[in-house]
Nanobody
Framework: QVQLVESGGGSVQAGGSLRLSCVAS????????AGWFRQGPGKEREGVAT?????????YYAESVKGRFTISRDNAANTLSLLMHSLKPDDTAMYYC????????????????RGQGTQVAVSS
């Protein structure tokens, strides 16, 4: 089992940037696929970005965030990050860090382990 704790959310104006972080504990985080998901008010859960285990050579991004968000992992620190630029009001949501034992579908949205979430609010 792996436990996940997110941080870094907050309020920002449109066009601004935020960096979300997720610290994993428990079993070896390096062996897990990992990703960020979000759920905005009145919206369904959406996959934002995911990354493959190990060196994270493979990534997947939702079309809505491509070119603006970057996912990365630091296995030595058991940390997953999401760097978000050019934020838009539509990015307002609760953001969740999640992990899935390998192998996994990076386009999946039902990763087995999930954190409590961190809120991101983008004002126009």
């Amino acid at each position: 089992q792996v436990q996940l704790v997110e941080s870094g959310g907050g309020s920002v104006q449109a066009g601004g940037s935020l960096r979300l972080s997720c610290v994993a504990s428990g079993r070896t985080f390096e062996a897990y696929c990992a990703g960020w998901f979000r759920q905005g008010p009145g919206k369904e859960r959406e996959g934002v970005a995911t990354i493959s285990p190990g060196g994270g050579f493979y990534t997947y991004y939702a079309e809505s965030v491509k070119g603006r968000f970057t996912i990365s992992r630091d296995n030595a620190a058991n940390t997953l990050s999401l760097l978000m630029h050019s934020l838009k009001p539509d990015d307002t949501a609760m953001y969740y860090c999640a992990a899935e034992p390998s192998p996994c579908d990076l386009r999946g949205i039902d990763f087995k382990y999930r954190g409590q979430g961190t809120q991101v609010a983008v004002s126009s």
